[in-house]
């Protein structure tokens, strides 16, 4: 989930995943995360580092935490207002991803059995 290789601050890495692994399907509403410590142990991070994203996508709504209990992917209710900013957010990661593949030489033919592979394995 994590790369040290990539430029992209470990918090945000972790979020991203966490995020993607719901998308994909591999997380699902009501599923239960791993504790902080159990995550950082995991992944090799800092205790505070996991805390944050866990604090961070509990107050968007992704996740709840239960006392005692521990941390869960959270139910959304999607108004009229969220679904208009889900819309336009998936525009907007559409685009670059479009405008990634044309900078690195490949078009979304090239793309799509690869989307598909994922989708189908839910990665």
């Known amino acids: 989930m994590l790369d040290s290789a990539d430029r992209t601050p470990l918090h945000a890495q972790l979020e991203r995943g966490i995020r993607s692994a719901i998308g994909a399907g591999r997380l699902k509403v009501g599923d239960q995360l791993p504790t902080v410590r159990q995550l950082a142990v995991d992944l090799r991070v800092n205790a505070n580092t996991v805390a944050k994203v866990y604090a961070h ?33 998936l525009n907007r990661l559409v685009d670059r991803f479009l405008a990634d593949l044309s900078h690195h030489g490949f078009s979304v033919d090239d793309a799509m059995p690869e989307i598909e592979r994922r989708r189908t394995q839910g990665a």
């Not at 959270?74 to 009229?80: E, I, K, L, Q, T």
Request: no cysteine; glycine share 12%.
């Open 57 to 89: 996508l509990e107050r968007t709504g992704v996740l709840e935490t239960r006392r005692g209990v521990g941390t869960f992917i959270a139910a959304r209710s999607n108004g009229a207002q969220e679904d208009s900013f889900r819309r336009t957010e």
